[in-house]
């Protein structure tokens, strides 16, 4: 990078991109092209955005352990299950920018957001937690596919997360959100890996990136506990809709 205010730029991209991220998703969609745009070439910006996301994800792990609200056991088999599929989405990388990809992204952030709109309210009954048995298998298979994703570019896929968690396993979202945060920190370490031995890392910039997006996480996870469900349906909904539009006409 040329100029310091390139640093300043980074660390205050991060900061908005680890709050985003932690409550809702999809942020990487406005750093990779900041990366891009600061003169890292794709598949370096993709790769360097993954030390940004270790430290933001471990940062949210804690804010929100810090308030009492934990799923570690859970997000330990998720996560374990989505770093096989991570490792193999990271060797397969490519750069999937252009307009079919960004356009079918958006599709499917409108579908997420339409299902949480308006998907009837759950009875009591429902809202207990689905993790064993049947539900864990499959929640395992899941998320090895997820992980490939994950591990492939990885923009968008907190919205993919939080859908699965919050209606096939019923947490509610800020437990959603603390067993996200976890399960995106074990696989992406995986990726970050897979990335740094190709040599597709920038460890400097990352680092600074890393700095704004550890302290946006942390603030977005204890206040997110603080503010509850509806706060997170709102926030989620609003980002779902700007990120779509953003993929569909930009």
């Given at each position: 990078?040329e100029h310091w205010y390139?640093?300043?730029?980074l660390?205050?991209?991060?900061?908005t991109?680890?709050?985003?991220?932690?409550?809702a998703?999809?942020?990487?969609?406005?750093s990779?092209?900041?990366?891009?745009f600061l003169?890292l070439?794709?598949?370096v910006?993709n790769?360097?955005?993954?030390?940004?996301?270790?430290?933001?994800t471990a940062?949210?792990a804690l804010?929100?352990?810090?308030k009492?609200?934990?799923?570690?056991?859970f997000?330990?088999?998720?996560?374990?299950a989505a770093?096989?599929?991570?490792?193999i989405?990271?060797?397969?990388?490519?750069?999937?920018?252009?307009?079919t990809?960004n356009r079918?992204?958006s599709?499917?952030?409108?579908a997420?957001?339409?299902?949480?709109?308006?998907?009837?309210?759950?009875?009591a009954?429902d809202?207990?937690?689905?993790?064993e048995?049947k539900?864990?298998w499959?929640?395992?298979?899941g998320f090895f596919f997820?992980?490939i994703?994950g591990?492939?570019?990885?923009?968008?896929i907190?919205f993919i997360?939080?859908?699965?968690?919050?209606?096939?396993?019923?947490l509610s979202?800020?437990?959603?959100?603390?067993?996200?945060?976890?399960?995106v920190?074990i696989?992406t370490i995986?990726a970050?890996?897979?990335?740094?031995?190709?040599?597709?890392v920038?460890?400097?910039?990352g680092?600074i990136l890393a700095?704004?997006n550890a302290?946006?996480?942390?603030?977005?996870?204890?206040y997110s506990?603080?503010?509850g469900?509806?706060?997170?349906?709102?926030?989620?909904v609003?980002?779902?809709?700007?990120m779509a539009?953003?993929?569909?006409?930009?």
């Amino acid at each position: 990078m040329e100029h310091w205010y390139h640093y300043l730029l980074l660390i205050v991209v991060g900061f908005t991109v680890g709050f985003i991220n932690t409550i809702a998703g999809g942020a990487s969609l406005i750093s990779l092209p900041v990366l891009i745009f600061l003169g890292l070439p794709p598949a370096v910006a993709n790769g360097t955005n993954r030390i940004a996301i270790v430290f933001q994800t471990a940062t949210a792990a804690l804010g929100f352990k810090s308030k009492g609200v934990s799923n570690m056991r859970f997000a330990l088999y998720l996560g374990i299950a989505a770093t096989i599929g991570a490792i193999i989405g990271a060797n397969i990388a490519v750069d999937i920018k252009g307009e079919t990809y960004n356009r079918i992204l958006s599709i499917i952030m409108i579908a997420v957001v339409l299902l949480i709109t308006f998907k009837p309210k759950m009875k009591a009954a429902d809202l207990v937690e689905r993790l064993e048995g049947k539900h864990l298998w499959i929640s395992i298979i899941g998320f090895f596919f997820i992980g490939i994703y994950g591990g492939f570019i990885n923009a968008g896929i907190g919205f993919i997360i939080i859908f699965f968690l919050h209606y096939f396993n019923r947490l509610s979202l800020v437990k959603t959100n603390a067993t996200k945060v976890v399960t995106v920190l074990i696989y992406t370490i995986a990726a970050l890996a897979v990335f740094a031995y190709n040599g597709k890392v920038d460890w400097v910039v990352g680092l600074i990136l890393a700095i704004g997006n550890a302290s946006g996480a942390w603030i977005a996870s204890r206040y997110s506990v603080k503010k509850g469900d509806g706060f997170i349906k709102i926030f989620l909904v609003v980002m779902v809709l700007i990120m779509a539009v953003k993929l569909w006409f930009f």
